[in-house]
C-alpha cells in the first residue's frame, strides 16, 4: 500500500530593515521574490521598511508602493520642528498616511504585519501588531535628535533600528521560513565624512551592522545588495535607481537558491 508523500508547508517570514530611502530596494527584491513565486505569510520592519510593509500588507503590490514613494514631497513631510525636541519632526506624515490607511490600524492590512520600535521610557524594544497603525509606524521611522520622538499612551517611541534594525525575532513563532532583506551595506564612502548629515549616517550604519550581521545567520535567505554603498539613506531623488538595484539583485541570487 503506497502512501502520499508529505511536503512541508512553509510559512514565510519577510523582515525589512530600516535604511531610509535605501530601503526601497526592498521593494524591487519583493518584487523579485514574487516573481519566484515566494508567498509571504507575515511581514515585519523597522523605521523606513516599516513603512514599505505596512504598505505591502495593505495590499499595494511594490511597484505601485514606488509610485507612492516618489510623488511625496519630503521637503514637506520632514518639516522644521520649530521646538527644542529635534531638528525635524514627522507631524505631517500622519496625515499623508491616512490617504492610505484610512482606517488607521492593524486590522485593516490583508498580511498580519509587525512594526518595531524603541520605547524611550524604558529603553526596550516594542512591536506594534494590532489596534492604532499610524502613530506607531511614525514612531518607527523617527531616528533621535533629527526627529521628534512619538507619544503613544504617555510612552515616547522613536526608531525601531535603534534596537532590532532586522526585527526578525516576531516572524518566529508564526513562520518556518525567514527572509531577511537587508538594506545597510557599510562600505568606505563615508568613512570621512566631514558635515553632520554624513558623520549621522556613517554612525547609524556601523551601529545597525555588528547587531544585524548575527542576524543575517538565523535567515533562511538573507538578501543585502552590495551596490546601496553608493546612495546616501536621504538620497529620495534616487528611488527608482535603487529600486532596480534591489530587483536585479534579488533576481540574480534566487537563481541559485534551490527553494522554488
Known sequence: ???????????IGLALSGGGSRSVAHLGMIQALIEKGYEIS?????????IIGALYCRGFSPKSILNILESINYLNVFRP??????????????NALKDYFPEDDF??????FVLATTDFNNGKIKYFKRGQLIKPLIASCSIPVIFTPVNINGHFYADGGILDNLPIEPLKKKCNFIIGLHSNPIGKRYANASNWKGQLERALLLTFSSRDRMKMKKCNIFLEPEKLVNYHIFDFKKLREIYDIGYEF???ELELLPFK
Open 250 to 252: 534579488a533576481q540574480k
Open 107 to 112: 486590522s485593516s492590512l490583508e498580511i498580519p
Open 81 to 94: 520642528a520649530f521646538n527644542w525636541k529635534a531638528l525635524l519632526n514627522l507631524e505631517i506624515a500622519e
Open 42 to 50: 507575515m511581514v515585519s520592519g523597522t523605521s523606513a521598511g516599516a
Open 1 to 11: 500500500m503506497s502512501q502520499k508523500k508529505k511536503t512541508k508547508k512553509f510559512h
